[in-house]
C-alpha cells in the first residue's frame, strides 16, 4: 500500500493530468471486472457446488450478494458524482464572515481564501472541503461531502472480498478432489513444472488469488478509515485531534442524520449537519 501511494504521488507532481486519464479508469476498471469475476465464481460455480441448486439458501445468498454488489458500486459511484469541492458551495458560502476569516486560509493555486480543513488537490484542480485524499477508485476526492459513500464502499468491497473467500475456502474443505488439485497446482507452479490440468480449476485458482490480494488491499483500506471515522481526522492528519466530538459526534459528521441508516443503501437522504466550513473543535481547558 505505501510503494502505491508513493508511486501515485510521484506521477500525480509530474504531471496530474496524465495520472487521471492514465490510472483512474485502470482503477475503476479492475473493481468492475473484479465485482463481476467474484460475483460470477461464487454464485454460479462454487456456492452450486457447496449447497443444493434448488434449495432457499442458494436464492437467500443470491439476495445477499445483489444486496452488496448494489451497495459496492451503488456508493462508489454516488462518491464520484457528489462533489466535495468548495466551489460546490453556494456564492454567498465561499467567502467567510468577518468572524471567521482568520480561520480559514489562502490557496496559492486556486487564488482564493477556503475553509478550515481544506486543501487543494492537483488531480482535481480544486480544493476540497475537509480533504481526505483523492481515491483512485472512484475518480474523485474524498472529503466532507461524499466521505460517507466511500466509506460505506470500502466496508462493502471487505464483506464482499471476505465471502467470496469464505466461499472458496468452504469449497476446498469440502471438496477434497479440488484440495488436492490445488496443492498439486500450487507445487508444480512452484518447481515451474506444471502439470496438465482443466482450465476450470486453473481459472479457479486464479480467482482465489486474486481474491485474497483483493481482501487484503480492502483490510488496509478501511483500517485506515476506521481511526479516520472514529477520531474525526483525514487520512494525512491521523495525530490532529482538535475536531473530535466523541463517536456519536464524529459519526454523524460524516454520514448524517441518519447514521447507521446509510448501510442499507446509497441512495438514503441523510443531511450532514453542516456545510463544511465550519468544524467545531475542543474547548482548551481553563487554567485557575
Not at 454460479?44 to 439458501?57: E, H, R, S, T, V
Request: aromatic content about 14%; overall charge positive; some cysteine.
Amino acid at each position: 500500500m505505501c510503494f502505491m501511494m508513493i508511486g501515485c504521488k510521484y506521477i500525480v507532481n509530474a504531471n496530474p493530468k496524465r495520472f487521471a486519464k492514465i490510472v483512474h479508469p485502470s482503477a475503476v476498471g479492475l473493481i468492475l471486472v473484479g465485482t463481476v469475476l467474484f460475483l460470477s465464481v461464487e454464485m454460479f460455480y462454487m456456492l452450486p457446488k457447496i449447497y443444493d441448486p434448488d434449495g432457499l439458501f442458494l436464492k437467500i445468498a443470491w439476495l445477499m450478494a445483489l444486496f452488496i454488489v448494489y451497495n459496492l458500486l451503488g456508493n462508489m459511484l454516488a462518491c464520484h458524482r457528489k462533489s466535495s469541492a468548495v466551489t460546490s458551495l453556494p456564492k454567498d458560502r465561499q467567502i467567510p464572515c468577518p468572524e471567521e476569516e482568520h480561520l480559514w486560509h489562502f490557496c496559492d493555486h486556486c487564488q482564493m481564501l477556503v475553509p478550515p480543513r481544506s486543501w487543494h488537490c492537483k488531480v482535481c484542480e480544486c480544493c476540497i472541503l475537509r480533504r481526505d485524499h483523492h481515491c483512485i477508485f472512484t475518480a474523485t476526492c474524498v472529503g466532507h461531502n461524499n466521505y460517507r459513500y466511500f466509506f460505506w464502499f470500502t466496508v462493502y468491497m471487505h464483506i464482499g472480498s471476505l465471502l467470496s473467500l469464505a466461499t472458496h475456502v468452504n469449497l476446498l474443505i469440502i471438496d477434497e478432489q479440488i484440495r488436492r488439485q490445488y496443492v498439486v497446482l500450487h507445487f508444480s507452479c512452484i518447481f515451474l513444472f506444471l502439470k496438465p490440468m482443466s482450465w476450470e480449476l486453473i481459472a479457479l485458482n486464479i480467482s482465489f488469488v486474486i481474491n485474497i490480494y483483493a481482501w487484503i488491499l480492502s483490510l488496509i483500506m478501511l483500517g485506515y478509515q476506521i481511526p479516520v471515522l472514529y477520531l474525526n481526522t483525514t487520512f494525512y492528519t491521523p495525530k490532529d485531534h482538535r475536531y473530535n466530538q466523541g463517536l456519536l459526534g464524529n459519526f454523524m459528521a460524516s454520514m448524517g442524520k441518519r447514521g447507521l441508516w446509510t448501510f442499507i443503501s446509497p441512495s438514503i437522504r441523510s443531511p450532514l449537519p453542516h456545510d463544511g466550513t465550519q468544524w467545531q473543535t475542543k474547548q482548551a481547558p481553563t487554567t485557575i
